[in-house]
Each structure stands twice: as C-alpha cells, then as structure tokens.
C-alpha cells in the first residue's frame, strides 16, 4: 500500500512541489544572505557599532534640565542596571534568552504552527531579546508581506551574528540602550529620567516592571497616558517573574496592590525648567562645536552624548518662574480690563492689520500668489485652533484673524539674575512661554531702559568731582535748542520752588533733574562711562539719554550694575561653566569676563549704593519694604519708559543682581496708566515675590541673609544733607511759578 502510495503519480507530484517550495526558500533565503534584498551587515560593522548619545543640559547643582539630540537616548553599562530589571525583560520577552544562540527555535515553530495551521493571531511574534535588538538597531522598511519575510530573515542572521560577537550582558545592554519607549525616547536611561525622575540604578522592582511592560506597545502602556492599561501589564510582568523564578509570589502580589506613581520629566525643548536659557545655551554651544571642528574636531551637540554644564541654580529657578508666573497672571488680567471693550487689539483696525500683513500666515498666502481680498478671506475661515492663556491650552474655533488679535494683548517679561562678583547666571526667563513666544527678551531684544540708565548719570556726575549733596532745581525747563523739549515728572507736586540732593533726585526718580546732572557732567562723559561698565549698545548723544531713551539689552544692563557689589567691575554674563564628553572628561572650561581696573572708585561705588537703597527704603521703590515685608539688604532702580510702553525694576543685594522687564512685543500698545504701567507696579514684584520666595529657603541663607559692606565715614560725611532745600525769599520772589523756564541746553551734541 505504502509501496503503491509512493510510486504514484500524485505523490510524485506533491514531492515535487514540496522540494520547488523547499529549494525556493533555500534561494530566497540565500539571495538574502548575499545581499539582494538589501545588504546584512557583517560582523564588523556589528562590532563597530556605537550609539547616537543625546547630549545633557546640566544645572550647577547637577540637575539635568535639558536636553539636545535627534534620539532622546542615553547609554548605560551593563553594571547600572539593577537585577530585578533583567530578570523582568527577560522573563516577559525572551524567557529561553541563556539558553539560545539568537535564535528561539521551538518559539519560532510554536508560533508558526499556531499562526499558519490554527489561524491564531495571539500567538505571539516569537522574536528573541537579539532579534528585537537587530529590529532596533536596523528598523524595518514598511513594503508588503514579501519585503516583512525578508526583514525577519535578515533579524535571525543578525542576530545569529551579534551571539557570535557579544556576551550576554551585552547584548542585553546593548538592548535597553537602544529600545524606544515611544515620544522619541530611546534607552532604558531616558525612559527612567522621563517617567520616574531617577537614574535606572535606583528603580524599584515594580517601576523597572512598568518600564519594561511598555516595550509591547509603547502608547498603549504609556502608564501617563492610560494608567491603568499599564498597570495591568505591569502586573503581567510581574507574574512572569514569578513563574521564572525571579520573583516571590508574595512579593508580586503585595507589590501588584501599588499605585504607579510618576515623577513625569518632559525633556522636550518647549517644555520642562528654562526654556529660554537652554535654548541660549544650546546657540552658544553649536558655536563652540563650529569652532572645535574647524580644528579637527568631530562634535555634534545633538548626537556626541556632550555634558554641558550650566550655571544656572535649579531651585532658584524654579522659584522665579513661579514668582513671575504668579505675578504676571494678575497683571495681565489688570491690563485688560484697564482697557476693556475698546482694547487696541480689538479696535485699532490699523493695527490689527498692520500685524495681520506681518504675519507668516499673510506672507505664505502672499508668496503663493492670492490677491490682498483671498487672503483676508482665508484668514477670516474659522477652524480647531490651540490658544495659550494664562489658564492653560484651550482649543477652540477661531480663525487666523482671532489668533493674531489674541496674541497682540499679551504682556511679556525679561528677568535675569546673576552672581555679581563672577557674572555666573543664575536665572533666566526669556518671556512668559516659551512654546507661545519664542523670542527672548534677554539675549534678543533691545528696549529703552527708561530710569535704570540714571544711575549711569549720577555715576559719571560722582566720578567728575559734582558732590551727591549738590542741590539741583527740579524746576520743569523747555531748552530752545532742543525744539522746546521740556522734560517733566510725574505726580503733582508743585516743584517750582524745589531744589533735590542727588539722593533725593535719584530715590525718587526725578526727570528734571537727571537731565541737569547730564548737563553738568557732559554727554560724551556719560558715554564713555557706560562703556566702562559694559555698555556695548550705540546710546544716543542726546539729552533724552538720561531719561533712558537709549535701548540696551537686559544682559548688557545687568552686567554694569553688577559693579556696583563687585569693586566697579563690570561683568559680562555667562551660562556654561564647562562642557565634557559622555565619560565626564572635560572638553571646555569657561571662565569669567572681567576687567581688571575698576570703572569708577570705590567711594563712588558706596555713594551709589547709598543713593540706590534710600530708592528701596524711602523712594520709588519703598513698596518692596511696605508692600512686600522684605527685610534683605537691597538696592535698586525702577524704570518707566515713554508712553508706559516698558517697566523696569534693578535689584541689587550684596550676592544676586536682577532685572526685570515687562511690557508687550505689540510696541505701539502701553499700558493704560502709568499707576498700572510703572515699574514699581508692573516690573518690581517679579522680584520682589521672587526674593519672599528664597527666604523661605534655608539652603540660600548665604546670599538671602548677606549684608552690604558699610560705607565709610568719609561717604556717610558727604551724604550728610538735606535731602529737600526750599528756593530762599529772593528768588521766589523773582520767579514766575507759572511760566515754564527757557533756556539752552549746555552742550548740545549732535545725535
């Protein structure tokens, strides 16, 4: 019978198509091997191979706050992977894993009966750990069922070849450095620093668990996004470490009863601590790299796995962006209703559309051809838009139209801080979000600084021998050779009889008499002292200048005001203090900018800090002691440009400098009122609710409790006036209380 079955035809036949499918896979596969589906890669290059690293952003107190890569990965040794986290890949991906050489033979036969014979589709892929990795390191083009077979031919040769080279370990290191995590996340380090705050070494059991259930389906066990799909799978995990032995099932079922608790870190580039700064960081860095390779060099900040260490302070930080969070929350709503129905960005049509033409949506439709009428028409269509505010992301329906109005109403904010005696940065926020608002206000933007250059002023007057006890008018004056230009202050005391000390004219802010110390001192004298203190900027050789029409930039300011606290040196701001490579070599150090000869004496320097703390305790600034309860050492400077179009505030204590900016990127809005506006109001408490904020913390006793030297007897003797001296009887007498005095302004300089 067995005899007749083999000898008939049929069966010669089905023998037949047995070995032409047989011989045919033995060519497919073949013709894979030798390359003709694409080339495999040889063992060489299977041993050559090395990671595309992310480079880290680190704060000065080693937090990482950033990062910067085209893979968010970060390699690890085998030696930081606790075991629980092995034993938990392992036994839920590759339970066979130390007993096969690449290839799990009965898994793959297992599957394939179960998915060709009995059409169950929950088999399983049956891929070991080092099929999974070959899959990692060389993704798999989407083309079709063949071009699918090919890919998992070229897996198992690969992974056959990758046995041959690596060990165990590393294979599996080489594993959990490479697996994605889902949202550009690659490696088992940067999904612990993502979603657990810590380091793969200290991963709890059930946290390493969570991790490694994810790899199934990176979304759908993302344990932020469905929490309890993860958990689930965590749970799973856990239970195939228990029936591996790797685990006991009391331990599972104790720790299968835990809540997952995230410490969610988003390291995307809009998001996370300091946006602002780490993008400054990351322009100055692709500098340095520039410059590194045009000597040979082969760095690259998004894949050579650099450490770049930062000066900025984590907490402090942290604080401030509360405190202006908090701050300019309020204000914004203040701002709006000062305003109310007849908002500029609501009725200004010239305005909105002048916006709306600048607009890049306006200007693609305008490249493409469209007529000024099809634009408008498009830009009016309402559809699914997300709007920032100071509540959140909203989506809503609203047109492009909308968008530009809304955006127009926005106040924005420029605040720094830094370590006077080195110029180390130890705060920066660019504006109030950087996802919304990319440009920063620090290291991009140029406004008038208004009040905060008149210290300037009174600097050079000092310098020059004009004693800070010699009185000045405060008497409003129109200057003839000046187009009538009349300079006035603000508020209604009647001046016209009035004469300030210089401490008394600067606390408090006094226009007429800032131009009159100008006008003694000298315009180019000013100049060149600003420059002395750091002042890069073109300033305007013009009267005005000591009103501060001159637009300077937040890091150039505050680093001329650190000479105040740093024996009239200047410094010049800087934000990395070295730069390593992925071992921790270091690559770069950088160091300070600072002069060598003071810009003004010592004494000048003790006068001007006396003249800035009576503006905190007695002047424009006195809401800092009565409003805020602040008991620091403090000095400063508010500033209110013309219009209320820009509010400044300069803090100084002994250890940290400060400025604030606040005003909006619409430049021909203000604000409504200078009680709104000023930079008491709008600027100050930044600072202010910032530095409540540190004194909380014992850990900056050191700066927040620090005090300024004592001024010598000899300044304390020169200081010793008046502050207000009355015009005597006579010259009341001759004086028109009415009548606006003319005169020349003394050395006019040509603009």
Partial sequence: ???????????????????????????????????????????????????????????????????????????????????????????????????????????????????ILLQDQSAGGGSTLTQQLAKNLYPRVPNGKVRLAVDKVKEMMV??????????????????????????????????????????????????????????ATYGYNPRV???????????????????DYLPKKTKDSLSKLPTVLDYR?????????????????????????????????????????????TLDYKMQVLAEEAMTEHMRALQQSFEKSYGSNAPWLKDRRLIMKKVQNSPAYKKLERNGLSKEKIMDSLKKKHPVTLMDWDGEKTVQAS????????????????????????????????????????????QSKRQVGSTFKPIVYTTAIEKGIAPCTYFSAQEVSYDNLEGWSPSNSGDTDETYLNYSMEQALSNSINTVAVKVLEETGIPNVIAQAKKMGISSQLPKLPSLALGTAEIKINELIGA?????????????????????????????????????????????????????????????ARIRSRYNLPNAIAGKTGTTQNNKDAWFVGIT??????????????????KSTSLGQGANAALPIFALWLQKLNREKQFNAITKARFEDPSPSVLDQLDCEPIKRDGFFKRLFKNPNKTKSKKFKGKQNP
């Fill in 654 to 671: 002994p250890k940290l400098v400060s400025v604030t900016w606040v005003g909006l990127d619409t430049y021909e809005i203000g604000f």
């Fill in 400 to 443: 492009s139209m909308d968008s530009i109005q809304h955006y127009m109403k926005f106040l924005n904010t420029g605040s720094m801080s830094i370590d006077p005696s080195l110029g180390a940065v130890k705060t920066w926020i660019g504006g109030v979000n950087f996802k919304y608002f990319k440009y920063d206000h620090i290291s």
């Fill in 561 to 621: 005001y650190a000479s105040y606290v740093n024996h009239g040196k200047p410094v010049t701001p800087f934000t990395i203090s070295h730069i390593a490579d992925a071992k921790d070599s270091v690559l770069a150090k950088f160091k300070p900018n600072i002069p060598k000869e003071p810009a003004f004496s010592r004494e000048t320097g003790m006068i001007m800090l006396e003249l800035m703390k009576a503006t905190v305790d007695k002047g424009t600034a």
């Fill in 226 to 244: 469905f929490p309890k799909n993860s958990q689930n799978r965590r749970n799973l995990v856990l239970q195939a470490m228990v029936n591996n």
């Fill in 266 to 310: 988003e390291f995307d580039h809009n998001d996370g601590i300091a946006p602002y700064f780490r993008e400054e960081v990351r322009k100055q860095v692709l500098a340095w790299v520039k410059d590194q390779n045009s000597n040979g060099m082969a760095y690259n900040i998004y894949t050579s796995g650099l450490k770049i260490y930062t």
């Fill in 1 to 115: 019978m067995i005899s007749k079955i083999l000898k008939s035809k049929g069966f010669k036949i089905a023998v037949g198509i047995g070995l032409g499918m047989a011989a045919m896979v033995v060519l497919f596969i073949l013709s894979i091997y030798a390359g003709a589906w694409g080339k495999v890669p040889s063992k060489k290059e299977l041993s050559e191979f090395s990671y595309q690293r992310a480079s880290e952003v680190y704060s000065a107190d080693s937090i990482l706050i950033g990062k910067y890569y085209l893979y968010d990965r970060q390699p690890i040794t085998f030696q930081d992977f606790p075991q629980h986290l092995v034993d938990a890949l392992v036994a839920i991906e590759d339970e066979r894993f130390y007993g096969h050489h690449g290839i799990d033979y009965p898994s793959l036969f297992r599957v394939a009966f179960k998915t």
């Fill in 159 to 216: 992974a056959s070849r990758l046995e041959d080279i690596y060990s165990k370990e590393e294979v599996i290191t080489l594993y959990l450095n490479t697996v994605s995590f889902g949202d550009n996340t690659f490696g088992i380090e940067s999904a612990s620093l993502k979603f657990f705050n810590k380091k793969t070494a200290d991963l709890k059991v059930e946290e390493a668990a969570t991790l490694v259930g994810m790899l199934k």
